[in-house]
């Protein structure tokens, strides 16, 4: 595709608002980016995390351009940008890109189903493990640059909330934490902790999206 252009993609950076028509595909080399529902009130809670597994963009790309919700740089990094009409163009003359994006959609669409599912009946100690494991299978690294504010908003809890789950889990020796960071120590029960959705999600991730 000689139409990407690499570009730095910066801690809390919004690369969309929900509802923006949005011009460009991202293809993440070692940044991480969630999409949140923003709700009227402000509140969010996140819906995808998307690393260098993922294409940003890719469902409203080939839809209506619209952007389903709020989409911010988790961890910094750089990514692979290309607009719109490229991409199109090469989804349409290429079966094999083709396909690799029905199977990443397909995994969206499993991630976002799972996510919904377990923000609304699961409780928020296991989301939180949930999370963290995600990040760390994006970020290939157990040093995640996570805030208890920046985690309140995707859970879509309080940050006070955030923070008892957080050195509950520390007295307990999952996880270290440091100004802006979270480290995770014990991932085997970090699992045990986490909901059945990492799992699942994991699960959906080595099915449809193969090394």
Same mark, same amino acid.
């Given at each position: 595709? /000689?139409?990407?252009?690499?570009?730095?993609?910066?801690?809390?950076?919004?690369?969309?608002?929900?509802?923006?028509?949005?011009?460009?595909?991202?293809? @993440?080399? /070692?940044?991480?980016?969630?999409?949140?529902?923003?709700?009227?009130?402000?509140?969010?809670?996140?819906m995808?995390?998307?690393?260098?597994?993922?294409?940003?963009?890719?469902?409203?790309?080939?839809?209506?351009?619209?952007?389903?919700?709020?989409?911010?740089?988790?961890?910094?990094?750089?990514?692979s940008?290309?607009?719109?009409?490229?991409?199109?163009?090469?989804?349409?003359?290429?079966?094999?890109?083709?396909?690799?994006?029905?199977?990443?959609?397909?995994?969206?669409f499993?991630?976002?189903?799972?996510?919904?599912?377990?923000?609304a009946?699961?409780?928020?100690?296991?989301?939180?493990?949930? =999370?963290?494991?995600?990040?760390?299978?994006?970020?290939n690294?157990?040093?995640?640059?996570?805030?208890?504010?920046?985690?309140?908003?995707?859970?879509?809890?309080?940050?006070?909330?955030?923070?008892?789950?957080?050195?509950r889990?520390?007295?307990?020796?999952?996880?270290?934490?440091?100004?802006?960071?979270? =480290?995770? =120590?014990?991932? =085997?029960?970090?699992?045990?902790?986490?909901?059945?959705?990492?799992?699942?999600?994991?699960?959906?991730?080595d099915?449809?999206?193969? @090394?």
């Amino acid at each position: 595709m /000689n139409s990407l252009e690499l570009v730095d993609l910066p801690l809390g950076r919004i690369l969309y608002e929900a509802e923006d028509k949005i011009r460009f595909v991202y293809f @993440p080399h /070692n940044a991480v980016v969630s999409l949140l529902a923003v709700l009227s009130d402000g509140s969010t809670a996140e819906m995808e995390t998307i690393g260098r597994e993922g294409v940003l963009g890719v469902v409203e790309a080939l839809g209506d351009r619209v952007s389903q919700g709020r989409c911010i740089v988790q961890f910094p990094g750089s990514a692979s940008r290309v607009k719109i009409e490229q991409f199109r163009q090469v989804v349409g003359a290429s079966a094999s890109v083709r396909q690799a994006m029905l199977c990443y959609m397909q995994f969206l669409f499993m991630q976002i189903l799972q996510v919904g599912v377990c923000n609304a009946v699961h409780s928020a100690e296991a989301r939180f493990c949930r =999370t963290l494991l995600i990040m760390r299978d994006r970020m290939n690294r157990d040093d995640l640059p996570l805030t208890h504010e920046f985690l309140a908003g995707m859970l879509g809890v309080h940050r006070p909330a955030v923070s008892i789950i957080a050195h509950r889990m520390q007295d307990e020796g999952l996880i270290k934490q440091g100004r802006g960071l979270i =480290t995770i =120590t014990d991932s =085997t029960h970090l699992e045990d902790k986490a909901c059945e959705c990492y799992k699942s999600i994991r699960r959906s991730y080595d099915r449809l999206l193969p @090394p």
